[in-house]
Every structure is written in structure tokens, then in C-alpha cells.
Antibody, heavy 116, light 111 residues
């Protein structure tokens, strides 16, 4: 059974960097899948952030691209997200998901609040 | 990129069938041009759950009461035999030139 689990700080200060990691079990990060981040602001819909392949290839949401960095750690079977210069608008539940042109496995989500 | 357009809410009585639509921005991109349309169900406080992928395919474990279709630049999710546990938010998604777009979501209410 494939499982994904997000981890990281639940509180980030404005103008700081939001850093999250998604640990994958039950599948190899080196498999023929992409791995995505999706977020959901309180009371709002889903927003795709970006996806990464184990080779390091990345596709970003154009609206977030200038602030985003994504990476893969094959030795730990996990992938990560860094979002710079955060504001209150970045407060959301952040999900990681396995990406086969659709998202079949999701993490439980982690709430990240941007506040001083 | 513009989100896919979904109706804000749909309601129905138990046992009825309802259809949720998802309209893309043009016939040559996202929903219209791609087979990678998927649908997700989300209950409050929970992660989304995949219901339909590649327009019409159901993952193992998803009830056959859920079905997907596409015509032109509009994809649809039909829920047959509506049940109380179907009350949730539903999202469509598609790829548009290596970018993923989601619909704004449809709240389904079971009367």
C-alpha cells in the first residue's frame, strides 16, 4: 500500500520560507511516476503547486514558479518543497500526492499558517 | 492559468442521479484536448480521493455509481443512486501543456 506523509513546520513567519517534506512508502521515488504538491486555502478549492520526477525534472504552477523550489532525495525516498517570501495568502493545507497524470495516493495534509 | 469551471453546487434526493460538469478554457487545451481528466471527492477535513481518471476509468474500490464522460471541452461526473455519504465536495482536474488545473469545486448536497 502506497503511503505519503507530509512533515514540516506548521507556522511560518511572513516573508520567510515554507519548507515541507513528503516521505513515500510502498513505492519507490525512482518509479515511473511524478510526485506533486497540491494546496488548499481555508474554505477554498484545490490548487496545484508543482510536480517533480526523480531525475529532477520539474513542472511548476506559473503563478508560484518564481518562489518555488522542489527537490528529490532518492536515498530517503522523499521529495521536498520550498516556497519563499510567504504571505498570509500562502496559509493552506498542503498535500503531497503520487502523480500519474492523476493523483491516486495523497498524504493526509499538513496545515501551514503564515503569521507573525 | 484559468481554473476549470464547475457549478458551485448540486443537490439531489437519495436514490436520484446527479451530474457535475467541468468546462475547460478551449477545445484545444485542458479538458477539450486531453484525455487526462480526473475527478476527486473530498469530505470535510479529509484528503481528496480519486474517483475517476483518464475521463472514464474508475480505480479499484470506487463504486460503479460514479461514472465519467467527456464531450468537447466539457467533462462530466455522474453519481447514480445518490447516497447520504456522497455529500461532499467534488473537483475535476486536467492537464494543460504540462500544467495541472483544477476546477473550483462543486458541493453536492443530499436532501
Amino acid at each position: 500500500q502506497v503511503q505519503l506523509r507530509e512533515s514540516g513546520p506548521g507556522l511560518v513567519k511572513p516573508s520567510g520560507t515554507l519548507s515541507l517534506t513528503c516521505a513515500v512508502s510502498g513505492d519507490s521515488i525512482r518509479s515511473l511516476n511524478w510526485w506533486s504538491w497540491v494546496r488548499q486555502s481555508p474554505g477554498k478549492g484545490l490548487e496545484w503547486i508543482g510536480e517533480i520526477y526523480h531525475t529532477g525534472s520539474i513542472n511548476y504552477n506559473p503563478s508560484l514558479k518564481s518562489r518555488l523550489t522542489m527537490s528529490v532525495d532518492k536515498s530517503k525516498n522523499q521529495f521536498s518543497l520550498n516556497l519563499d517570501s510567504v504571505t498570509a495568502a500562502d496559509t493552506a493545507v498542503y498535500y503531497c500526492a503520487r502523480d500519474l497524470n492523476y493523483f491516486d495516493y495523497w498524504g493526509q495534509g499538513i496545515l501551514v499558517t503564515v503569521s507573525s | 492559468q484559468a481554473a476549470l469551471t464547475q457549478s458551485a453546487s448540486v443537490s439531489g434526493s437519495p436514490g436520484q442521479s446527479i451530474t457535475i460538469s467541468c468546462t475547460g478554457t478551449s477545445s484545444d487545451s485542458d479538458v477539450g484536448g486531453y484525455k487526462y481528466v480526473s475527478w476527486y471527492q473530498q469530505h470535510p477535513g479529509k484528503a481528496p480521493r480519486l474517483l475517476i481518471y483518464d475521463v472514464t476509468y474508475r480505480p479499484s474500490g470506487v463504486s460503479d455509481r460514479f461514472s465519467g464522460s467527456k464531450s468537447g471541452d466539457t467533462a462530466s461526473l455522474t453519481i447514480s443512486g445518490l447516497q447520504p455519504e456522497d455529500e461532499a465536495d467534488y473537483y475535476c482536474s486536467s492537464y494543460a501543456n504540462t500544467i495541472v488545473v483544477f476546477g473550483g469545486g462543486t458541493k453536492v448536497t443530499v436532501l
